[in-house]
């Protein structure tokens, strides 16, 4: 972990209008990262994603958002231009989606897909930006680039088309990643391998990453450093190496409830939630 | 003791694309067997070909020792019931929980509808205050209870399960499988469940087959796969991978 501070945020808020008032999904999450791996774990609703989507600034237009300080790198990202946000996004931010099958363009060549990125974050000729696009996915362990340069998004495997979405993300050299659930629709042979190439880019550049996923194990195992969220709420933050001592009853709910090979226990332990944990 | 899954060479065959290529496995009544492998391994599609929702090209499938030709009467439907994987999906968005449960009873002329939904919902751990409400209205454990709750409500002796927790959260997984064992215990009911998950298998069946590609890897009881005591490299790889991440290098 070093010094320098990446991104602040204090006192994080997103909240939604509803037909029945407002709701907030988000409600006062601060941390700070630096250059190092940050995983957020909660279960769906937890308002995980939405802070990711906050720092990234793609909230949905009808919701607000605000915080006493969301800086990236000392710049503050509320108080910036449209303009200026968007040339952060994809550039020195980036964000790795659940599902290729979703997130890539269906009519777009995937290898188009990426030299655009490139192309609209830098001043580079057609012929540079396939050329980096192809050692991009060289650099993702795509064996044949060339062939898979030409293909389209549903000629591919869910495997190939997240390693496609890394290199899309990963071409621009961001400071920052924000994987939203990266493996979750993948196979678990097919997620080893995907999390050991993402692993090894984002300590390779010295990235700062935020891992969101409601798989705690997953994290632990990936991250230096964990907060675990609760209805919009930072209920936890722990060092990935402690998570055996964590000592609020969410945090170790989350840990027992998977069913593990070799550890028999019927029935599983689940979480019992208490209304004093949100409040 | 008769097998009430009894499967033999059995061949799925799309266009020319051979889904399933000649598998054969029995399980025993009361059993609870569970079908691992990653997407594509033809572990739905037998699921599917059972339900006779897969074109069948070969192969014979008995079941409760009947054989099972071209098409499934109305009896078999009454006695095997399937729960999908996705509880979002599976259950119609303009239709009430109530009218949900109902269907099956009205396709098999069944009068105490009343009491069975009722009962049906208690045993989810729903309550009839759920009754009439609209899938979009529950969230994703409650809908799968739902699922389950309909599967249940013919009084079925074998449950087909397509990765049934696999589009929930983790503590909400844990509640479902704890709602499976238990209706499975208390009803003597026989499981076939398919997963990716190799932790979810072991956790809830006693044996287990292993697919890739449309075939049989090996056969394993759950506690040999917990002593590592696999043959199969693939069934080795997809051990190590059920670990989790570990940092090489």
């Keep these: 972990m070093s010094g320098d501070t990446l991104l602040d945020v204090d006192d994080l808020r997103v909240t939604f209008p509803t037909r029945t008032g407002l709701v907030q999904a988000v409600r006062g999450v601060s941390f700070s990262l630096g250059r190092e791996r940050l995983g957020i774990v909660g279960e769906s609703g937890s308002g995980k994603s939405q802070t990711g989507r906050a720092i990234m600034g793609l909230t949905p237009p009808q919701a607000q958002v605000s915080a006493k300080k969301l800086a990236f790198d000392g710049m503050d990202l509320l108080s910036m231009s449209p303009r200026q946000r968007r040339a952060l996004r994809g550039n020195r931010i980036a964000m790795i989606l659940q599902d290729p099958k979703y997130s890539l363009d269906p009519v777009m060549s995937i290898g188009r897909q990426i030299a655009e990125t490139l192309r609209t974050h830098e001043k580079v000729s057609k012929a540079e930006a396939r050329e980096r696009a192809l050692a991009m996915l060289q650099a993702v362990q795509i064996r044949d680039p060339a062939r898979v340069f030409d293909l389209y998004p549903h000629e591919v495997s869910g495997g190939m088309g997240q390693r496609a979405m890394i290199a899309m993300m990963l071409i621009t050299g961001p400071e920052l990643m924000i994987a939203d659930e990266p493996t979750s629709a993948l196979d678990v042979t097919v997620q080893l391998d995907v999390l050991n190439i993402l692993d090894k880019l984002v300590a390779e550049r010295g990235m700062g990453l935020i891992f969101i996923s409601h798989d705690l194990r997953l994290v632990s195992s990936f991250c230096d450093r964990v907060v675990v969220m609760y209805a919009g709420k930072v209920v936890e933050q722990i060092k990935a190496s402690e998570l055996r001592d964590a000592r609020h009853p969410y945090t170790r709910g989350l840990l027992n409830c998977m069913p593990r090979i070799g550890f028999e226990r019927h029935p599983l332990p689940v979480l019992e939630r208490k209304p004093e944990w949100s409040a | ?249």
């Design chain 2, 1 to 249: 003791m008769t097998a009430a899954i009894a499967i033999d060479g059995l061949e799925v065959i799309f266009d020319r694309f051979r889904a399933l290529k000649g598998v054969s496995l029995e399980v025993k009544e009361g059993e609870s067997y569970g079908l691992v492998g990653e997407s594509g391994s033809g572990k739905s599609t037998l699921l599917r070909a059972i339900t006779g929702l897969a074109p069948v090209a070969a192969g014979a499938i008995t079941v409760n020792g009947k054989r099972l030709g071209k098409t499934r009467d109305k009896a078999f439907y009454r006695d095997v019931q399937m729960v999908f994987q996705d509880p979002y999906g599976s259950l119609h968005p303009r239709q009430t929980v109530d009218r949900l449960l109902q269907e099956p009873l009205a396709i098999h002329g069944i009068a105490d509808g009343e009491k069975r939904i009722e009962r049906a919902l208690d045993e989810v751990g729903l309550g009839t205050g759920f009754r009439f409400r609209y899938a979009h209205q529950l969230s994703g454990g409650q809908r799968q209870r739902v699922a389950i709750a309909r599967a249940l409500i013919l009084e079925p002796s074998i449950l087909l399960l397509d990765e049934p927790t696999s589009a929930l959260d983790a503590s909400v997984q844990a509640e479902v499988l704890n709602l499976l064992e238990e209706v499975r215990r208390r009803r003597k009911l026989t499981f076939l469940m398919v997963s990716h998950d190799l932790a979810i298998i072991t956790h809830m069946c006693e044996r287990l087959m292993v697919m890739q590609n449309g075939e049989a890897v090996e056969t394993l009881t759950a506690s040999q796969l917990i002593g590592h005591r696999v043959s199969a490299d693939y069934t080795r790889n997809l051990l190590r991978a059920s670990e989790g991440f570990v940092r090489t290098a």
